[in-house]
């Protein structure tokens, strides 16, 4: 298991939380909270050693010319696949969308 | 209403995550979760051995009312670790039931309602686990002097361990067919007794033996529902306002030893003799 | 030497020599009515019967018999004392190493007769009788939830061969995919998972742990050692009551404490 962070620059805080996912064979839990005015930071506990870099062209990719909302997100990752892992930050930013 | 029909507008309860089962329960507008994960009151044990931890520790416990009922669920995660308990998942659901009691010692008839997927003590935890599960053991048998607590186990991981006692102890069961009930898993039992005694492999065997349909046969349970949320609530209301049974079922040694004696223990067991031996008198 | 633990039953034999034996129950279970000074108790263990209806349960397990069994001679004293002011206590044995694991016990429902036996000792705490489990073996499991968890004092004899856990070592070392090397090494770093005796106590669920000279064979002294501490815990029940309160306050329980504060403070 290891810990990683990651920043990101990003707009205004959005007003909600929220938390999709659960930490399940391949699966991950992400929860998303209000964060500092232009700053987008994720943390991630996973269970795969050695994936920082996957992680950090993942959220490169994924963040790639937009301006996302200044959230902390809180990641705890049981090896989901890339897939997996977009499919639940997508999840968890259209929810923050509509509080 | 055609077959199809009914099967369109029936959800699944099983699929459902324990956070999202909770709510399906109370009445719409009033769930509200106590130690939420945004509060992160996680496992310490968990990552120093580098597992992965969630943030509420694979339990949710809520309040609010059930059919207008004041009630406090709490339900086990069964996709983190196997549903398994810990300290913190543990003592949540200790806590909680500890303060149902005693919101009845001061007049609040507060019940309480087990979503119960659970392998029992979680390994890395293992004492502290065992501990926690003591301590609901004894808080079922302090809240259920005053209110019933109800157990669902409805499936997919089924109840084993120390908490298949604590359904056990519970005033109430409800199972679907999804569900297994029973002390020890399949595995270990196999590991313990050998292949002849338990094959773990075979589906079939398993569920004739412990699945929810072979225990609602024998009345080791007291309800038996469809896996569909408002057969679920339902049936969870009507219990719940059923108040406390005539009888617990695990107050009944002198009843289940008179069985026990007049049962053959020599041959091996089948299913069809636990339901002669238990639910023979019935018919 | 026997394939099972006799332990147990010597403590019984010991500590219940002049008491008078119950009957009517399996033969599993030794139980007798005496007296600890001048307090009336019931003694109960659960020993081996090689003869047991049960083949699974023949060495100590705490089976089906052995869950309705314990239940029912927990219920007798409830009733029997229901009006009386002084109400009995119940010492609970403490030698069992393991549930018994087979498929008619699971088919005929051990998960309920453990409930069984863990109910009764409930019920009798909460109807003012102490309950003190004396632990002088195995404390496992399933078996240990039906017999003695439920005292509201417990009290170890300090000695390798006691100990309370959930899982025996093969068994969760297969389970957590660690090797048994693996899991002793862990386990020694990790206060809830290891196996001796004194990090449990510093779980701080017991109340005592006693060093004795000969735990398979009490001497005279042993025995007046175990018979005073007995007496002290059910005198410490009398007066700080029957609850399981006393069992909270480690610091390597330090997340119950906390988990209970936080949950009274959002009820």
Redesign the interface.
Known sequence: ?ETLSFEFPAGQPPRG?T?VG????G?L?V?I?PGQAGKLTITV???VNGSEQRWQHLFARMFDGQTLPAMDI?I???GATPGVVRLRLEQGFEEIGHD | MTDSTALLHKHSFVELGARQRAKALLDAGTFRELLDPFQRVMSPWLSRQGVVPQADDGVVIAKGTLEGLPVVIAAIEGAFQGGSLGEVGGAKIAGALELAAEDNRKGIPTRAVLLLETGGVRLQEANLGLAAIADIHAAIVDLRQYQPVVGVVAGSVGCFGGMSIAAGLCSYLLVTREARLGLNGPQVIEQEAGLEEYDSRDRPFIWSLTGGEQRFATGLVDRYADDDVAQIRQQVGELLKQGLPAQQRSTQAELFLQRLARLDAEPQIEPATVRDLYQGERS | MSSYSLRGLSWFNALAADALPVVGLPASLKVADGLLGDQPVRFIAVVADPDNRFVRARNGEVGLLEGWGLAKAVDEVIAADQDKPQKRALIAIVDVPSQAYGRREEALGIHQALAGAADSYARARLAGHAVIGLLVGKAMSGAFLAHGYQANRLIALRDPGVMVHAMGKASAARVTLRSVEELETLAASVPPMAYDIDSYASLGLLWETLAVQQIEQPTAADLARVSECLAQAIDDVARNGTDLSGRLGAAHRAASSKVRQLLREQW
Do not use: A, N, P, Y
């Open positions: 298991m939380r938390l659960c930490v399940g064979s699966d839990e929860l909270e506990q996973t269970s809180d705890h990752d049981f």
